[in-house]
């Protein structure tokens, strides 16, 4: 039985290694090399740590069985030499590290010549990232947030900047840490090879919501990220109903969210919080922190301090009417 | 020669001065869900209601915590870039708006007065946020304002930044009390 129990529970930690947000789960070539690099160091190590523990269970058990120390000439000659060879063999296992984790430093710091890399500014906000996708056409640049749509197989080259304090972008199934810096550029990039939704975090302490600056990355097949890169271009849709048009009225009116929020097509234009123009096409709310329904869209309405302490958003006091057409407003942002 | 010191003695002045250092820890404490000043019962703010800047307000400090807070003062600051104030105002130096950093004040320089002259707008370009921001942030930007000029607390005052300043908070070497400006301004006057 409990022999049973060791191989099932090696299987529930690897099974653990898998997911949106893991360094041992590489999606792509930055993450590969990294991971790479992690496991050689990994084994090796553990190769090292067994043999060296089989060697003192040798010296511990061989000792008890003889009577009297060897203090021998021969005896410390021995030892000298079993001691400078495993000395040795530590400063070439210490070189090959040195080496190997050149060679991936390297490998990670060249970036892909040729092809079409796919170009995307990513600014870091006090707790929130935004995303501009630049193009040589300025109509066909846009900008939204906390959510970066990539073609799987493209190269992906991010420019970094930051607006407040030094953020950092890590996706760990994608590529490592890159930090924002305010007033300084960064740049690094990524390329995603298989499908999927890669989960993010800012690396870098960055103040009171820091834990919860999450971003997603979400890698599909090429035809795809070319609808939706098309859908986010378009301007806002206007209500179609009554009830959509008395919320786009409390969006544009007394309770200011038009200061800070744009929604392109209309007057809101502000740029202090994220674009919302597609606001229903996200899939979370406040950086990868609540789902993206209506329910936790009102709570986050209402009362941002609740489930975010120290946002920037501040709580909004509106009657239950007003609070439930703009719902309907912003859910019809798709 | 050493003077004896008892252990239980030296030991009580050894776990006081641990417990200074703790509580130096907490400097102060950010409260994410103020109850604005105006929103309590009684703390309402007095406003003329109209266009013409009407008679001095009473000289009384409104109950508001955010003077007395370094966070609230830093949020204003930001406040204050977000809503463009930097615009008219610039960084204090005033330009087309007046000057925020000297100690001539068109409207008072209480805190009333400026939270009004955010809240209602002044003549001659200055907008009315009343409808717009939440108290909650026309207080902070109170605050914000005042650090300006130097009328809160050396330590709640935003350190330096960038941007170029005439006289920075750890700059100053006097404080110069604020007076209010004589008179109307011609700006207020009607034909």
């Known amino acids: 039985m409990r022999r049973a129990l060791l191989p099932a529970a090696a299987l529930v930690a690897l099974a653990a290694c898998q997911g949106p947000q893991s360094a041992l789960d590489p999606a792509g070539p930055q993450a590969l090399h990294l991971f790479n690099l992690g496991a050689f160091l990994w084994i090796t190590a553990s190769v090292v740590f067994v043999l060296v523990m089989a060697a003192l269970a040798l010296a511990l058990t061989h000792a008890r069985r003889r009577a009297a120390p060897d203090v021998s000439e021969a005896g410390e000659g021995r030892a000298r030499r079993i001691v400078t060879g495993a000395v040795g063999v530590t400063l070439a296992i210490l070189l090959v590290f040195l080496v190997v984790s050149y060679l991936t430093g390297r490998a990670y710091a060249v970036t892909p010549e040729g092809g079409r890399p796919l170009q995307v500014s990513v600014v870091g906000h006090q707790w929130w990232w935004e995303v501009v996708y630049s193009d040589s056409v300025q109509s066909r640049s846009l900008s939204t947030a906390n959510e970066i749509h990539v073609p799987v197989g493209r190269t992906v080259i991010l420019k970094m900047t930051s607006h407040d304090v030094i953020h950092s972008f890590w996706v760990p199934n994608l590529a490592g840490k890159k930090d924002l810096i305010p007033g300084y550029s960064t740049t690094t990039w990524f390329r995603a090879d298989h499908p999927g939704v890669y989960r993010g975090v800012c690396a870098e302490f960055c103040g009171y919501q820091h834990a919860l600056m999450g971003l997603l990355v979400i890698a599909e097949p090429p035809a795809q990220f070319a609808r939706w890169y098309d859908a986010q271009l378009a301007d806002a849709m206007p209500p179609t109903d009554t009830v959509a048009s008395t919320g786009k009225n409390v969006f544009m009116g007394a309770h200011g969210c038009v200061l800070c929020h744009t929604v392109r097509g209309t007057d809101a234009g502000g740029r202090v919080g994220p674009d919302l123009t597609h606001l229903a096409s996200r899939h979370t709310l406040a950086a990868a922190t609540i789902p993206n329904t209506r329910g936790w869209l009102g709570g986050w309405v209402m009362d941002p301090q609740g489930i975010k302490p120290g946002a920037h958003m501040p709580p909004n006091d509106m009657r239950p009417d007003e609070l439930q057409a703009l719902l309907t407003y912003l859910q019809s942002l798709r | ?191």
């Open chain 2, 1 to 191: 020669m050493r003077t004896w010191v008892p252990r239980g003695a030296r030991l009580a002045a050894g776990v006081m001065m641990v417990a200074l250092a703790v509580s130096a820890c907490e400097r102060e404490q950010r409260r994410f869900r103020e109850t604005p000043p105006s929103a309590t019962p009684g703390g309402e703010v007095e406003t003329s209601g109209g266009f013409v800047p009407g008679p001095p307000l009473p000289d009384v400090k409104a109950v508001t915590p955010y003077l007395d807070n370094a966070y609230a003062v830093s949020e204003g600051k930001s406040l204050y870039l977000q809503m463009n104030c930097v615009g008219c105002h610039f960084h204090g130096g005033g330009g087309i708006g007046p000057p925020l950093m000297d100690d001539r004040w068109i409207y008072g320089s209480q805190p009333e007065n400026i939270y009004q002259s955010i809240e209602e707008g002044r003549p001659n370009g200055m907008p009315a946020w009343g409808s717009r921001l939440s108290s909650d942030q026309m207080w902070k930007l109170t605050a914000y304002v005042m650090s300006m000029s130097g009328q809160v607390k050396k330590d709640v005052a935003p350190g330096r930044d960038d941007h170029m300043q005439g006289k920075k908070q750890e700059q100053s070497t006097e404080v110069r009390p604020p007076r209010n400006y004589g008179g109307q301004p011609p700006s207020t006057v009607f034909p």
